[in-house]
C-alpha cells in the first residue's frame, strides 16, 4: 500500500488495506477519521472504510474510540445509527468497517444551506431523537452530539461516532466553537455525560434546523461559549409549540429538562400535530367566515330551482304524453333504467339543497336569550340623575381572587328594581380599561415562558390563575391599556410577532381591578 507520507491520514484510488479492502475514493473526514469508498474483495460488495494510521498523533486516543465504537455497534441496530459490521488492528493502522452510507456530514451541509424548511427540518430531527432515544434504552449516550457526527443524503440521516469526542482539527476556530455549542453546559464544567446532556444537545440542533442559527451567541474568551441567562435569539422563526419545547431542552440545569431523548421524542410528535394538524373546520373545507358568500349561492341555485319549476308547468302535459308513448313502445328493462335515473337525479339535487340550508342553520350564529317571563320590568326613568341597575356579567378580579370562567347556559338572574335615590349629584362612572387576553395555558411553566417573551417587548403583562369546572388554567394578559386603540395595536402586534393563529381578544377592565392580580400566580 502506497500512502501519502505528507499526509498521514489519507489514502487514495487503488490502495489496498489489509490485502483486501480496495480503496475507490474519499467520502468525507468524520472526527475519528477519513472515511472512504471501498470494496471488499472477498464478498464483492463496496463498504465504508475509517482508517487510522499508526503514524498519525492522534493513533493512541482513535484506537480506543474505534474499538469501543466496534463493541456499539453490536447493541446498536437502527435504521437511523449508521451500522459498523467490523473492527480490526493490522500493521498499517486500525481501521472500521461499516455500511457504504455516501451522504456528507450535516456540517458540510449547513455550510452550504443555512436552514431548512420547517417540515424537512423536523423530520430530520425525529430522526435523530429516534436514534437517540434506541441508544438511550440500552443506556448507551452519544459523547459528541452535533452535526459534525450527523450524516445526511436526501431525506435520510445517520447517527455515527458514538464514543468520538473531539472535532475534527483541520476545522477553524469558528467551527470547533460552534461544535461545542452542542455541549451541554455540565458536560463543559467537566461531569460525565447522560441523556440529559444529550437532551440538551438536541435542543440545540432543534434551534439551528428550524431558525438557521444557535439559540444563543457565542463567546469566544469565555470556558463556556454561550450565556443561558437571556431567552434563545430568532424565537419568531420557530412556532410557538415548538419554541416550548426547545427551550425546556436548554435548561441550565439538566433536573429541568426532558429525562431523555424518548420523552422527548413523544413531546415532539405531541407539539407537532398542535400546528401541522389543521383545525376541524378547515378539514371540513367549511369556513364561518364566508357563510354569507355561501349563502348567496344556495340562494341563487334555489331561485333557478324555482324558475326552472315555474316554467316546466307548461311542459308538464307534454312531458307526462311523451312518457306515456315511450313506456308504451321501448323495452321495459331500458325504460325502468331511465325512470330510475331521473328519479335519483332529482333526489341528489333535493339533497344537495336541503344539506346546504342545514349546514347555515347550523354555523349560524346562536339567538339572543329571552328574558325570562318571570324577571320583573325596570321602569323607565327619564331624569339623568337616577342610578341605572348593575350590568349583569362576571364581577372584575379583586386582589388574591381567581378569574373563573362563566359556566355555558347559566341562569342570568334579573336584577331587582332599583329605589329611586335622592337628589344628589352623580358620581362619575369609573374610567374602563382594556387588556388583550394572549393564551390560556394548564400548564404554569408555559404561561410564564410567554409571559417573559411580551415582557422582552416591554410591554405590561400578567399571569392570571382561575379554575373552571374543577381544573385549573393559567390566562395571560397584556395591559391595562388606557383606550381601545393602543390595546387593539398591541393584539395585532402579538399575533404576528409570535406567530400566533388568530388575533388576541380584547378585555374590559375596571381601573382598580386592571391593576390587581393574583399574587401566587406571577411569582
Not at 97 to 111: D, K, P, R, S, V
Not at 415 to 420: E, S, V
Amino acid at each position: 500500500m502506497h500512502m501519502n507520507q505528507t499526509s498521514p491520514n489519507s489514502l487514495k484510488a487503488g490502495d489496498v488495506v489489509a490485502r483486501r479492502y480496495v480503496i475507490l475514493r474519499h467520502l468525507r473526514d468524520e472526527s475519528c477519521g477519513g472515511v472512504w469508498l471501498a470494496q471488499d474483495r472477498a464478498l464483492g460488495v463496496d463498504v465504508g472504510l475509517k482508517f487510522m494510521p499508526r503514524r498519525s498523533p492522534a493513533f493512541e486516543t482513535v484506537r480506543e474510540a474505534l474499538r469501543r465504537e466496534g463493541a456499539l455497534a453490536l447493541k446498536l441496530r437502527h435504521p437511523h445509527i449508521l451500522q459498523v459490521v467490523h473492527f480490526e488492528e493490522a500493521e498499517e493502522g486500525v481501521y472500521l468497517i461499516q455500511e457504504a452510507f455516501q451522504g456528507e456530514t450535516l456540517l458540510a451541509h449547513l455550510n452550504r444551506l443555512e436552514r431548512f424548511r420547517l417540515p424537512y427540518a423536523l423530520n430530520l430531527l425525529e430522526q435523530v431523537s429516534g436514534a437517540l432515544a434506541y441508544a438511550h434504552q440500552f443506556h448507551e449516550v452519544h459523547h459528541s452530539l452535533d452535526p459534525s457526527n450527523l450524516l445526511i443524503d436526501d431525506k435520510t440521516v445517520k447517527l455515527t461516532n458514538f464514543a468520538c469526542s473531539p472535532p475534527p482539527a483541520e476545522e477553524t476556530q469558528v467551527t470547533r466553537l460552534e461544535l461545542r455549542a452542542y455541549v451541554a453546559p455540565e458536560v463543559i464544567q467537566g461531569e460525565p455525560v447522560s441523556p440529559a446532556s444529550n437532551v440538551f444537545s438536541l435542543g440545540v440542533l432543534g434551534f439551528r434546523l428550524a431558525a438557521g442559527s444557535l439559540p444563543y451567541p457565542l463567546t469566544f474568551d469565555e470556558p463556556v461559549p454561550y450565556r443561558l441567562e437571556k431567552m434563545p435569539v430568532d424565537l419568531e422563526e420557530i412556532p410557538l409549540p415548538l419554541q416550548n419545547l426547545l427551550i425546556q431542552c436548554l435548561a441550565p440545569d439538566p433536573r429541568d429538562r426532558f429525562e431523555d431523548a424518548g420523552q422527548f421524542l413523544s413531546a415532539l410528535e405531541q407539539r407537532r400535530e398542535s400546528f401541522r394538524t389543521p383545525s376541524y373546520g378547515r378539514r371540513m373545507g367549511w369556513n364561518p367566515g364566508i357563510q354569507g358568500q355561501a349563502a348567496g349561492i344556495i340562494e341563487t341555485i334555489s331561485r333557478i330551482w324555482s324558475r326552472f319549476w315555474e316554467g316546466s308547468k307548461g311542459a308538464a302535459g307534454r312531458i307526462t304524453e311523451g312518457i306515456r308513448n315511450f313506456t308504451e313502445h321501448e323495452d321495459p328493462g331500458l325504460v325502468r333504467r331511465v325512470l330510475i335515473g331521473i328519479t335519483g337525479t332529482v333526489l341528489v339535487l333535493i339533497l344537495i339543497i336541503w344539506g346546504a340550508r342545514a349546514m347555515l342553520r347550523k354555523t349560524a350564529a346562536p339567538p339572543a336569550p329571552r328574558p325570562s317571563m318571570s324577571a320583573p320590568s325596570i321602569p323607565e326613568t327619564p331624569s339623568a340623575s337616577e342610578a341605572k341597575p348593575p350590568q349583569a356579567g362576571v364581577p372584575p378580579l379583586k386582589a388574591g381572587s381567581e378569574p373563573v370562567q362563566t359556566p355555558p347556559h347559566a341562569a342570568v338572574k334579573p336584577a331587582p328594581t332599583p329605589a329611586f335615590p335622592k337628589e344628589t349629584k352623580a358620581s362619575p362612572a369609573p374610567k374602563e380599561h382594556y387588556q388583550v387576553w394572549v393564551a390560556t395555558y394548564r400548564d404554569y411553566g408555559d404561561a410564564l415562558l410567554l409571559k417573559k417573551k411580551i415582557q422582552a417587548k416591554n410591554i405590561p403583562v400578567t399571569v392570571y390563575r382561575g379554575a373552571y369546572d374543577k381544573k385549573v388554567y393559567f390566562a395571560v394578559k397584556a395591559g391595562p391599556f388606557a383606550s381601545k386603540k393602543q390595546a387593539e395595536g398591541v393584539a395585532v402586534n402579538l399575533k404576528n410577532s409570535l406567530q400566533l393563529s388568530q388575533t388576541p381578544k380584547l378585555v374590559k377592565s375596571k381601573n382598580e381591578a386592571a391593576k390587581t392580580s393574583l399574587t401566587k400566580a406571577n411569582r
